[in-house]
């Protein structure tokens, strides 16, 4: 099925991207539908209303982002910083609660944690009596990118969000609006209504973070409000079927239901990723934990703060990853790149000369490793723009200028 936008066909048992991980193995715990990733918004699910989205009668984009200043934090000895590093960005990290529309829905999901400890009570001492069932909402976590209350959070957090409660660190509990929710990445951004001088924290580089590096998630599992939990980046680019950007940090941090859209931070204080998902066949943390990057999760929030909403460049295709065993069938020596399946047409790929069975092997002056790469670089490059792209066909290279269009249905 040709895709309308930067292109990525979705496929329910192994992406084009070659995902090797079992997707059994990926279920939402917000009690909405099953996905390809186990996403970590809290308690209970919102209702679903069709998301949220800025329209004109919707208040104006609440300006530039400021750049808060980077965590003095102490680096001497393995674990010396932590307590540092949590008492410079603690006050950051905020819970974000959701109530749903409808009031009749009840807290009996399997992973509302009462839920399950009556269920043990009522298995080894034969409680009979089940406890009233009261409205549930959804759970989650996000953290302070702005002093004047500006908030990243997951969008799956916030879906069919009715009510939307910010509690600070502090105890207090402040109304939040909803500025925009961007479904393609999972990233929402909150404005907390209230009186400004928040604290914020810095966002890192997470285009150098490098396996082994260690990292600290905050957040509010369980409800478990400002828990910290520590490892290292177990690896990079994982893509996990979650939507056509999928680029995650992998980190072995403890993460559970309740952290998604809390901070994942370095060892300076400053936040490397957005905690989304995680790996798990029982539905409980294995130490596989997936977070956006935050070069991805600040334009994102930049965007949607700025302008009230996401445009990104598409080019009209569909996508597959140019494997070595394609390689072989076309009597190309190595693999890499980006196969054109199909191309729109009268898209912009068509009208640029792309044709279904091309490899994209640059972009940009970039090397296009496979079908997320360019479905990344298109999303990143400029409305209306025309890019150099070099292209594998019938053995042969070929040099075109790929005109960029616009990918109208990405608005948060």
Partial sequence: MLTTGTGRRESSAKNYRG?????????????????AALLLCGTAAAAATGGMALTASDPAPVGRLAEPQAASVA???????????????????????????????????PSDPRSQQEEMLRRFFGNPEPRQEAPRGALGSGFIIDASGIVVTNAHVVQGADTVTVQLSDGRELPGQVLGRDEKTDLAVIRIEGTGGFQAVPWGDSDATRVGDSVFAVGSPFGLGNTVTAGIVSARSREIGAGPYDDFLQVDAAINSGNSGGPLFDANGRVVGVNTAIFSPSGGNVGIGFAIPAQLARTVATQIVEHGSIERGR????LQDFTSELAEEQGVEQGGGAL????????????????????????AGKTIKDGGDLARAVADASSGSRVPVQVLRDRRHYALNLRIGSDAAARS
């Fill in 19 to 35: 995902s090797s991980l079992p997707m059994n193995s990926f279920n939402k715990i917000s009690f909405r539908p099953a996905v």
């Fill in 75 to 109: 680096r001497a000895g393995v674990h010396a910083s932590l307590a540092d590093m949590v008492a410079a960005v603690g006050t950051s990290v905020v819970q974000i609660q959701v109530k749903p529309e409808n009031q009749a829905m009840r807290l009996s999901g």
């Fill in 315 to 318: 080019i009209g295709v569909a």
């Fill in 340 to 363: 054109i399946a199909q191309v729109e047409q009268g898209g912009p790929a068509a009208l640029s000369g792309i044709q279904p069975g091309d490899v994209v092997q640059r972009f």
